[in-house]
């Protein structure tokens, strides 16, 4: 853009000036430069120029001008021009879209879609993310539009239109469509109470008369009395892409002289007549078109408004210099110069076809199915709830008879019916929890705390009791440390609650157990080497191993032991099956993160959780200075041992390499990831994959991935982000010099959400890989793409 082009060169030039005029000049210039649009604005009254013709050439030629060039295809022509047409303002009719489809096939157009923003498809969305021409159409309709364009969402057909117009793309308004382009738009004011006048004087005459009991009181009801009536329009914020408030005939000048007297001085108006219009040129200025402009103004020194008429040019300076601008481009490309042959368009490989108007209807069937489903279920919601409520009253009666299977039915299909209450969740983990305890079955006691997670994640994690019947869960498993984490959690939620109170203590009894029996499996290891046997393969044994160990890498994956030694000694690989970390002795992890000569630390699969990962961070931040490889790989840390993990990234660690994935960590445990990357000036790889990260924290990622230097790939595959949030790592990938692979596969996007990333990624200083697998494409967009 010009304000680009124009810092650019404050920046890498040093300009000298010869006077304080010659840098009043320049400093003007750049002004005007900065302030110039990105593309021409056509504003037009009505639709009749759409159908005007000067010496037998169509008006619109003047916009076919003004079209960004596009690339070239695979046959070394120009591809099609894409339009995209928003009509909501008259109703979304067809007929009008289809004059002015046909209007632009006069010209070249003819890709052309209609977009209608109470629906808008993925396609037709893809379809407006790589258009050349944007068309707001007629209509009484204005503040309606206006609330749909602007709304924040998946959608954010607003912001799309900006974005296009920021890459180059043509904006055209028509009557209302225009108006939406300026700086207000008008809307009549609501009636209110009729003011009695005469009662107003009355009141005030009583007062002066009686001799009121201050002089204010006399003047207030004076004022009231002489305050003039309310205005019948007011304007309400636009686009305020075009430097000027908008009107269109009829009725327009009176509606425009009530706002711009409203708003003062330092607003431009404009009145566009039936017949014409005016264009917002890229160099600042407006020129009118085949009609008189009227241009309104306030003149804050009379206190009054000020007009004035604006003639358009000489038809051979504006549409007839565009014709020939048209024919030399043909010219040298070979083609025919006759009138028929002026304004054909290049057919596209990947025009519409009727592949795509087949996905558009399957499209509009699954939407009409949804909305038939949506209503369906809001109609019989009350009564789920209530069928609900009785069937989960059977499984309480069959808990409380131990009848566990039978429970476990009715619990869970009372959670069918009704999939938002809490009460089912925490009694299905409550009867997996006794179930698994029953016939030892260790997959139900993953599944209890799956129900627990569901009802803590309705809660928000304000339910003491789903924090204690995941604890139950890990408790009932052996899994202490996480009974003990979140047992910690309810006491913070419940501090009075003496079942979380028992637990803890059943469990703090359990870890002394633990421990004790820990030592004792160390002390048989200790025997069995000083006798001169070989050492038994169990975990206690690889806890005294890491505890001793002083090299430089260590991995563990899969019940497989790599180490590396400082001593350069041949790798060691101790291999058996099930040998994991000892859970009895996760402090241990604590003395491992101390080792200085530790360069690498990867764990995968195995239970860290948050009470492990408070353990490796404490030891790091005292003692890891040399780590620059830490992977922990579907560790079980979820948001709590995230936060400790990402606290390192603050620290003086000289972490490269930081691994995360499939760890739940969700968009709580993302905030200290992001305060980490804020602070760091070493990590260079971060993975992020499988961790339920949705679009709430990604402002502050794309913030961050902006103001760091280092970072050169960031993996946040198979999460739950949404074109929401690719708009904002659009803007950090924007500015960020330094990231060279973005990896969003797998994610919840769609194809607009594609293009949007890619033209960002096209002609980017550093990014060399962009992974959006998992993007449904349509084959011509696929072929396109591929090119």
């Not at 970072?711 to 960020?736: E, V, Y």
Request: charged content about 30%; overall charge negative.
């Amino acid at each position: 853009s010009h304000t680009h082009r124009a810092m650019h060169k404050t920046a890498t030039e040093t300009v000298r000036y010869s006077s304080i005029d010659e840098y009043l000049k320049a400093l003007e210039e750049r002004r005007t430069k900065e302030e110039s649009p990105c593309a021409a604005i056509f504003l037009l009254g009505s639709e009749a120029l759409l159908e005007h013709r000067d010496n037998g050439i169509p008006w619109l030629a003047r916009v076919r001008c003004e079209l960004p060039t596009r690339p070239l295809g695979p046959d070394g022509k120009e591809e099609a021009i894409r339009a995209t047409y928003i009509g909501y303002n008259d109703g979304d009719k067809p007929e009008t879209f289809q004059r002015f489809a046909a209007a632009f096939a006069n010209i070249g157009v003819k890709s052309m879609h209609h977009l209608k923003l109470t629906k808008p498809s993925a396609k037709v969305l893809a379809h407006l993310e790589q258009s050349d021409l944007i068309v707001l159409g007629p209509g009484p309709r204005e503040q309606e539009t206006w609330r749909y364009l602007m709304e924040i969402g998946e959608h954010a057909i607003g912001e799309r239109i900006k974005w296009r117009y920021w890459q180059g793309a043509v904006l055209l308004g028509v009557a209302a469509g225009a108006r939406l382009l300026g700086q207000k738009y008008f809307v009549k004011t609501p009636p209110r109470p009729k003011r009695d006048n005469k009662l107003a004087e009355k009141k005030a005459d009583t007062a002066a008369e009686t001799g009121a009991a201050s002089s204010s009181q006399a003047d207030e009801a004076k004022e009231q009395a002489e305050c003039p009536p309310d205005p019948e329009y007011f304007g309400m914020k636009a686009f305020e892409i075009v430097p000027a408030i908008l009107g269109s005939e009829p009725g327009g000048m009176e509606q425009l002289e009530s706002i711009i007297n409203q708003a003062g001085s330092g607003y431009n108006g404009f009145c566009l007549p039936t017949s014409g219009g005016i264009i917002f040129n890229t160099d600042g200025s407006f020129e009118p078109v085949n009609a008189l402009v009227t241009h309104v103004k306030y003149n804050w020194k009379i206190r009054e408004l000020e007009s004035c008429l604006i003639c358009p040019p000489n038809p051979t300076e504006g549409l007839m210099t565009c014709v020939a601008w048209l024919r030399r481009q043909r010219a040298k490309a070979g083609l025919k110069d006759t009138e028929s042959a002026l304004f054909e368009g290049v057919e596209s490989l990947w025009s519409d076809d009727e592949d795509e108007k087949e996905e558009d209807d399957d499209e509009e069937e699954r939407r009409t199915m949804n909305k038939i489903v949506n209503e369906r279920e809001a109609a019989t919601k009350k009564e789920n709830e209530r069928i609900s409520n009785g069937i989960r009253e059977s499984g309480i009666g069959c808990f409380r008879r131990q009848e566990w299977e039978r429970a476990l039915a009715y619990f869970r299909r009372a959670a069918e019916l009704d999939p938002t209450d809490i009460r089912t969740y925490l009694n299905i983990s409550a009867t997996l929890t006794k179930l698994g305890e029953a016939i030892c079955e260790e997959q139900l006691f993953q599944e209890a705390v799956l129900a627990a997670d569901k009802a803590l994640q309705l809660s928000n994690g304000s339910s003491g009791k789903a924090w204690y019947r995941r604890a139950s869960a890990f408790f009932v498993a052996g899994e202490l440390n996480e009974a003990l984490y979140d047992l910690d959690a309810a006491n913070r939620v419940e501090p009075s609650n003496a079942d979380v109170k028992a637990l803890r203590q059943r469990v703090k009894e359990e870890q002394e157990n633990g421990t004790w029996s820990y030592m004792s499996d160390c002390k048989k290891l200790s025997e069995a080497e000083a006798a001169g046997r070989a050492k038994p393969t169990c975990s206690a044994g690889l806890m005294q191993l890491l505890e001793e160990f002083n090299g430089f890498s260590v991995a563990l994956h899969d019940g497989q032991l790599f180490v590396e030694w400082v001593d350069e000694r041949a790798e060691k690989e101790m291999s058996a099956e099930g040998i994991h970390l000892d859970r009895r002795a996760l402090w241990i992890l604590e003395n491992l993160g101390k080792r200085s000569s530790l360069k690498s630390l990867s764990f995968q699969r195995e239970i860290v959780g948050p009470w492990g990962a408070q353990f490796l961070a404490k030891g790091l931040r005292q003692g890891g200075a040399g780590l620059e490889t830490l992977i922990l790989d579907e560790c079980r840390l979820r948001a709590e041992g995230a936060s400790m993990i990402g606290s390192l990234l603050s620290s003086d660690l000289r972490l490269f390499e930081l691994s995360l994935c499939g760890n739940n960590i969700g968009d709580s445990g993302l905030v200290k990831i992001i305060e980490g990357i804020n602070s760091n000036s070493t990590l260079e790889k971060l993975y992020l994959r499988r961790n339920k990260i949705g679009d709430q924290r990604i402002p502050l990622l794309a913030q961050a991935l902006g103001d760091n230097e280092e970072l050169k790939l960031l993996d946040l595959g198979d999460n739950l982000i949404t074109f929401t949030g690719a708009l904002h790592l659009c803007s950090g990938l924007r500015a960020s010099e330094s990231l060279q692979q973005l990896l969003l596969a797998h994610n919840k996007l769609r194809v607009d959400s594609l293009w949007r990333l890619a033209s960002i990624g096209i002609g980017h200083p550093s990014l060399l890989l962009l992974d959006l697998r998992g993007v449904r494409v349509g084959v011509r967009d696929w072929q396109k793409n591929s090119e």
